[in-house]
């Protein structure tokens, strides 16, 4: 049984960092596509990085290139994912995902319905 518990939200100004983790328990094949996603009550989930452990792909959205990062301890089988220059508008609850398939491409990131097993999310919130 897969299962993916996120912690590491919290609230923070603007132009602040804030790491989140994400355990995922009963997998350890790397062809695999782990994801982050993001909701708030008045937009869809939307894909924000993606990182298939077999080759290192990492893929972003493009409102967060440059500032976020994406990565994987496989000892701790933990997913990470960096986030700095926060801005309000990454306010949103932030869900780690895992795809059980080698399909990690970017047109993924516009698919969460293809990721099947999730965590219960963790609420990001950027304040002044």
């Known amino acids: 049984q897969v299962q993916l518990k996120e912690s590491g939200g919290g609230t923070v100004r603007p132009g602040g960092s804030l790491k989140l983790s994400c355990v995922i328990n009963?997998?350890?094949?790397?062809?695999?596509?782990l994801g982050w996603f993001r909701q708030t009550p008045e937009k869809k989930r939307e894909g924000v990085a993606l990182?298939?452990?077999?080759?290192?792909?990492?893929i972003f959205t493009d409102s967060v290139k440059g500032r976020f990062a994406i990565s994987r301890d496989t000892a701790e089988n933990t997913l990470y994912l960096q986030m700095n220059s926060l801005r309000p508008e990454d306010t949103a609850t932030y869900y780690c995902?895992?795809?059980?398939?080698?399909?990690?491409?970017?047109?993924?990131?516009?698919?969460?319905?293809?990721?099947?097993?999730w965590g219960q999310g963790t609420q990001v919130s950027v304040s002044s």
């Open positions: 990182l298939y452990p077999a080759d290192g792909r990492t």
């Open positions: 009963g997998i350890t094949d790397n062809h695999n596509c």
């Open positions: 995902a895992v795809r059980r398939s080698d399909r990690c491409y970017s047109t993924a990131l516009y698919y969460p319905g293809a990721f099947l097993d």
